[in-house]
């Protein structure tokens, strides 16, 4: 798989070097491609953005410069469909279920907006494109002052769930969000006593059984 990502801070990627998404992008289960938008703006500032119609504070990301990035990277991407993940705080929330399905992309490109956001033609455009499935897609209800803190928590949650990323598979089974509403249970490890407050006893029973049937009435109830 292979996840990009268009933004005028490529350094706000290095974190994708480390932990497992780092061994996972050495291995070669995703390939990571971060592009430079600046790259594809003209003029000596080589400029992104300007002043916003109708007036206001702040400044908008100029639509030809994206288009121009947009279409270079679709140029030289062999997948037939790709999935432009545009980060907004008024698209819709990213849920589990989203990263379940972007991690069975072939391609992702995350367009990282800064100041006022993107001009609302790039996503007008793309969505008349077949080539491309936009979603425009917000990490929360808040405010980042860019989408690259927004894409690699994206990134994260999907490359997590790449086979083979996460050494043992069967902990993606049992966790929070793996179904609408779910919730894991409460973990615990050693001291079995911390400052007073003690494991349940069911847990150091040695009875899986009864361990299963704790752990099931403890998911989802207690927050
Ligand atoms: N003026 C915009 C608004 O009020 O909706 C906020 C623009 S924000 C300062 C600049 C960029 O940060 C956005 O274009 C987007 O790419 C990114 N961003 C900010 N908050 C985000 C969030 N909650 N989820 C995803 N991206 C976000």
Redesign the pocket.
């Known amino acids: 798989m292979k996840i990009s990502a268009l933004t005028i801070f490529p350094e706000y990627f290095s974190p994708l070097e480390l932990s497992l998404i780092g061994k996972a992008s050495k291995s070669g289960l995703v390939n990571f491609e971060i592009l430079d938008l600046r790259e594809f703006a003209s003029g000596v500032h080589r400029s992104v953005d300007d002043t916003p119609y109708g007036g206001g504070a702040?400044m908008v990301?100029r639509p030809d410069v994206w288009g121009e990035a947009i279409d270079n990277f679709a140029t030289n991407e062999s997948a037939t469909v790709i999935d432009l993940v545009?980060?907004?705080?008024?698209?819709r929330r990213f849920t589990q279920r989203d990263a379940q399905e972007l991690s069975e992309s072939e391609a992702i490109l995350f367009?990282?907006?800064?100041?006022?956001?993107?001009d609302a033609r790039v996503e007008a455009h793309y969505r008349k494109d077949e080539r491309f499935r936009v979603h425009a897609?917000?990490?929360?209800?808040?405010?980042?002052?860019?989408?690259e803190v927004?894409a690699l928590a994206m990134i994260e949650a999907i490359t997590r769930l790449i086979p083979g990323v996460i050494g043992n598979p069967s902990s993606l089974l049992e966790e929070s969000h793996v179904s609408e509403g779910f919730l894991e249970y409460p973990v615990y490890t050693k001291p079995p006593i911390w400052r007073d407050l003690e494991v349940p006893d069911v847990l150091l029973s040695g009875n899986h059984a009864a361990i299963a049937k704790w752990r099931g009435e403890k998911s989802a109830q207690d927050r």
């Open positions: 702040g990301m545009i980060l907004t705080p008024s698209g367009a990282c907006g800064r100041y006022e956001g993107i897609l917000s990490l929360g209800d808040f405010v980042l002052n860019g989408g927004a």
